[in-house]
């Protein structure tokens, strides 16, 4: 799993080599001013996030890289038996991140709080 990092300016998400082959991307790297929220999504279906361009999929197991529905660029990096965190995003390349996390809870209380202290 991705490991994230709440600096003062920038919530940073940091990948391992194959996490970032998987997902053919490098570290992420967003500005607190473009983060308006997180929100833990039990209900979140990983099948149904659109066309996957580029990155790794498999129904049901894994989904992680870029996504796109509906004219909707998200960020996802989701694995089986993770539950999704999504972080709604405004001036960024990605309009959302969905993050699998083991803890959900305490990732999105974590984004919210840095979120609204900027």
């Known amino acids: 799993m991705p490991s994230y990092e709440f600096t003062n300016t920038h919530l940073v998400i940091r990948f391992k080599p194959l996490e970032k082959l998987a997902a053919l991307t490098g570290d992420l790297s967003i500005p607190w001013e473009s983060v308006r929220g997180a929100t833990e999504d039990f209900g979140a279906v990983p099948g149904e996030l659109g066309i996957r361009a580029p990155g790794t999929g498999w ?21 089986k038996g993770h539950i999704p965190v999504i972080v709604e995003l ?10 699998g996390s083991s803890d959900p809870k305490s990732l999105a209380q974590q984004i919210n709080s840095r979120a609204a202290a900027n």
């Open 59 to 79: 129904p049901g197991s894994i989904a992680t890289g870029t996504f796109y529905k509906r004219s909707r660029r998200q960020f996802v990096w989701w694995l």
């Open 90 to 99: 405004k001036t960024h390349r990605f309009e959302r991140l969905i993050l």
